[in-house]
């Protein structure tokens, strides 16, 4: 237990420093971005999904900047990579090395060892998700403006479940599976192609992540609410992937 937490602190750790990075850097840039915006709604133009989030940053300033450059892109990028590089890993890393029949030798339940593996690679994505939303008042008073920490708060929080129904089920496939790198590919695969096909503006709507995009964490910034409906499937989508995989994990040998 002390060694896999270590393990997943050290690469929640990591998470966190890449989120921040690329968070400060976009706050950095907000002031030549509103100097340019008007440049850069010309060379959008040709792309309607591109165009319309600009437009929105136009109407709503820095809350819907930091949506996009933070959330949209930042978090589901990155936390997307690191929710199914941790899932595939979990189980099917053991089976890997050869360490699983070690690992289920330990003197406690089938179920706790699941349990145990599925929670900290929750927390594992969702802290430095946290942790990086909480600087953002702080940044963005270095560039002369300001972000209510209860619209973050409301924004990780969304965040976080959606990448948790990612992880999920990718936890689910990894308790049965041996080979954790196919096991990402497959699904960093479908991530690649889920976030290409947001741009294009005819089959745009199949993409998860039209879920959280901008337009989305924008609506939960200006209308201090969160889609219930949908966190409530991200969260029935989590439960049927731990019950599912749980089930198979339990009679899995070694």
């Not at 690649?192 to 939960?220: G, L, N, P």
């Not at 029935?236 to 749980?246: K, N, P, T």
Request: aromatic fraction near 14%; glycine fraction near 6%; hydrophobic fraction near 55%.
């Amino acid at each position: 237990m002390r060694r896999d937490l270590i393990s997943y602190a050290l690469f929640s750790f990591f998470l966190f420093i890449m989120l921040e990075g690329l968070l400060y850097a976009a706050i950095h840039w907000w002031p030549a971005f509103t100097e340019n915006l008007g440049a850069l709604k010309m060379l959008a133009s040709p792309l309607p999904i591109l165009a319309d989030q600009i437009k929105l940053v136009d109407k709503l300033g820095a809350p819907a900047y930091v949506a996009g450059q933070h959330y949209f892109k930042a978090c589901n990028i990155l936390g997307s990579t690191a929710a199914v590089l941790f899932a595939s890993n979990a189980i099917a890393g053991e089976a890997q090395r050869g360490t699983l029949e070690v690992w289920l030798a330990r003197p406690v339940s089938r179920l706790r060892l699941y349990t145990e593996r599925f929670v900290m690679g929750q927390l594992a994505v969702a802290i430095p998700v946290f942790l990086s939303s909480l600087t953002v008042p702080a940044l963005l008073e270095t560039v002369g403006t300001s972000m209510r920490y209860s619209d973050l708060l409301r924004c990780s929080a969304y965040q976080s479940v959606f990448l948790g129904a990612m992880f999920s089920v990718t936890f689910a496939v990894s308790a049965i599976g041996q080979q954790p790198l196919k096991i990402a590919f497959v699904f960093l695969f479908f991530a690649i192609a889920e976030f290409a096909i947001y741009m294009v503006k005819t089959i745009t709507h199949y993409s998860i992540f039209r879920w959280t995009d901008i337009q989305t964490f924008s609506a939960i910034i200006s209308t201090n609410t969160t889609p219930l409906d949908r966190v409530a499937v991200m969260l029935g989508i989590q439960a049927v992937a731990f019950i599912a995989g749980f089930a198979i994990f339990r009679h899995r040998t070694p």
